[in-house]
């Protein structure tokens, strides 16, 4: 089992929850009834403000704690696990789309939800499409998220040679926009060829660095996994190295940017609520 942050904010609802159940069920009664003598506590305020009782103790701060938490917790899991999920962007892989210190929310139910820890698919909604940005788990190290975009899905024919990418035998189109100028992190970047690519009428941004050596070859997708590139096409580790994504290894579709903080570079703010396409 990987101790991620989904597994320790389910280890908190289930020790909070255990603590406020147990104590509700079995320690509360006792101290009512040492406190008032009636285990239901009916009409005990009455009865202690006519004859002075003392009043029920406290319960427990580890109690009290748990109370508070637990519902918190609860939240957080639930919307972490079913609806949206944030991450940060701390590589130049997806550049020009994200940049470094991006920090993106991430849709959990577009491809079917998924329980937490174990990863089961409880409930089947749509497949990933050519040109959808994805976040999954590493194929070579799933402790680690990932995040590329699709560009080949089950039975597709991929094949990368001389930076083009051919679907089924058909080069997508490309079309050089100009020269990028890299910001903050990703100065580096400056003098790529900057080029709008096309995947079934979705067009997206790259970057291309013509002479600079890359991994090229061909691949058949197999049933229920998905071919990956990094639009930063020279300086990404993708499916060119370890090969495609299973279907269990998906986390969801990346749709938007709601901040931006670049160590050492400051905040971007003109990225702040763009939408990931």
């Known amino acids: 089992m990987r101790f991620d942050f989904p597994t320790i904010m389910v280890l908190l609802v289930v ?44 319960a427990p701060k580890l109690v009290e704690y748990a109370r508070s938490f637990f519902p918190i917790f609860l939240i957080v899991l639930v919307l972490r696990s079913f609806v949206a999920e944030p991450f940060r962007i701390p590589s130049g892989s997806m550049m020009p789309t994200l940049l470094i210190g991006d920090f993106i929310l991430v849709n959990k139910f577009t491809y079917g939800i998924r329980l937490p820890v174990i990863d089961n698919k409880i409930f089947e909604l749509n497949a990933p499409a050519r040109g959808d940005v994805i976040v999954f788990r590493s194929p070579e190290d799933p402790a680690t998220p990932f995040i590329k975009r699709v560009v080949g899905v089950p039975g597709d024919h991929i094949a990368y040679y001389n930076k083009i990418l051919y679907i089924n035998g058909e080069a997508a189109e490309q079309e050089t926009v100009g020269k990028y100028q890299g910001i903050g992190s990703g100065l580096s970047m400056s003098g790529a060829s900057l080029r709008l690519e096309n995947l079934d009428g979705r067009v997206h941004r790259i970057l291309v660095q013509p ?29 060119r190295f370890w090969g495609t994504v299973p ?26 609520g763009d939408s990931i396409r």
């Open 15 to 58: 020790v909070t929850g255990l603590i406020w159940a147990l104590d509700a069920a079995f320690f509360a009664p006792r101290r009512r009834v040492a406190s008032t003598g009636d285990p239901d506590d009916s009409g005990a305020a009455a009865e202690q403000a006519a004859t002075g009782v003392k009043e029920m103790p406290e």
């Open 211 to 239: 002479g600079v050596p890359t991994l090229e070859g061909t691949m058949i997708i197999p049933d229920g996994h998905y071919f990956v590139l990094g639009d930063n096409r020279d300086n990404s580790r993708d499916s």
């Open 247 to 272: 279907d269990e290894l998906l986390i969801g579709r990346a749709f938007m940017i709601w901040m931006n903080w670049d160590w050492g570079h400051g905040i971007h703010w003109d990225r702040i």
